[in-house]
């Protein structure tokens, strides 16, 4: 099929092979994972500047007699829990290829506030009159959640530059197929083809009747009719409708 359809020598974006495209798969999952593991991290490493910020930053009085690092550790269990399972919850696992940095860094404010909030608030139920009971003074809760704050965001800002990284390397791309001919089309390839780190990999472009030539750069490979044939022998993840609103119900 591809034969009866070449892909111009000055094409950047190519098809992905099938060993490829597996290989995208578990880099997306692995991002997924990592994701995790990156804001536990965080929390973790949050947790114990606050710790420290008590002791050393002048805002507050300083603690006498304050607990070892080690008693605290069911109380970081239990304030990183919260988090994580209200990040899950308010769907900050589950992102967008593309999304704003700002409006990411509101909801993590939001969340992890709350989430400091209700670990804080259910410490007694949990904890109380048990052996890993430890003093948890608003000084160090409200260290605790500044770094909280911070270091989640730095940590995600760090996961998305390493994954926008490595889809300007080609790597971990989505195979794109785009239906349509006209200027929208047009619009979108050329935008999809400027951004790299949006990683798509448009195998090509269907109309509604056989075209030859291309847009952008990208060949036309189909009909509208060839579209389910396409995804399966192309292996595409996605497919964009690039047609006006009167001719989007074909």
């Given at each position: ?6 892909v ?13 495209y ?5 880099l997306?999952a692995?991002?997924?994972i990592?994701?995790v593991l990156?804001?536990?991290?965080m929390l973790?490493?949050a947790?114990?500047?606050g710790?420290?910020?008590?002791e050393?930053?002048p805002f507050?009085?300083?603690p006498?007699?304050?607990?070892e690092l080690?008693?605290?550790?069911p109380?970081?269990?239990l304030?990183v829990a919260?988090i994580?399972?209200m990040?899950?919850f308010s769907?900050l696992?589950?992102l967008?290829r ?5 409006d ?5 404010i939001g969340?992890v506030?709350l ?9 007694e ?6 052996p890993?009971?430890?003093?948890y003074p608003?000084?160090?809760f409200f260290y ?15 996961q998305?530059s ?6 300007k390397r080609?790597?971990a791309r989505d195979n ?7 200027r929208?089309?047009r619009?979108?390839t050329?935008k999809?083809r400027?951004?790299?780190?949006l ?5 090509g472009?269907?109309?509604?009747t056989?075209?030859?030539g ?7 490979i189909?009909t509208y ?6 995804i399966?022998?192309?292996e595409?993840?996605?497919?964009i409708?690039a047609l006006s609103?009167t001719?989007?119900?074909?």
């Open positions: 099929f591809m034969a009866r359809n070449p111009s020598d000055n094409l950047e974006v190519e098809p992905q092979s099938t060993t490829s597996w290989t995208s798969k578990r997306r692995i991002s997924d990592f994701l990156v804001d536990v991290l973790v490493l947790f114990i500047l710790y420290a910020a008590r050393y930053l507050f009085a300083k006498v007699g304050q607990p080690g008693s605290y550790v109380t970081i269990f304030h919260t994580i399972i990040f899950y769907r696992y589950h967008k593309v999304y704003s940095r700002f990411q860094a509101r909801n993590v969340v506030t989430g400091s909030l209700l670990a804080n608030g259910t410490l139920f949990f904890l109380q009159n048990t890993f009971e430890v003093s608003r000084s160090m605790v959640w500044i770094f909280s704050v911070v270091m989640t965001v730095f940590g995600r800002e760090l998305r390493v994954w926008v990284a490595l889809r080609g790597i794109l197929l785009i239906v349509g001919e006209g929208i089309a619009d979108i050329g999809i400027n951004r790299r780190d990683g798509y990999n448009i195998v472009i269907v109309s509604r056989e075209s030859h291309e847009i952008q750069g990208c060949p036309f189909g009719e060839d579209i389910p044939h396409l399966d022998e192309l595409v993840e996605q497919v409708v609103d001719k989007r119900a074909e």
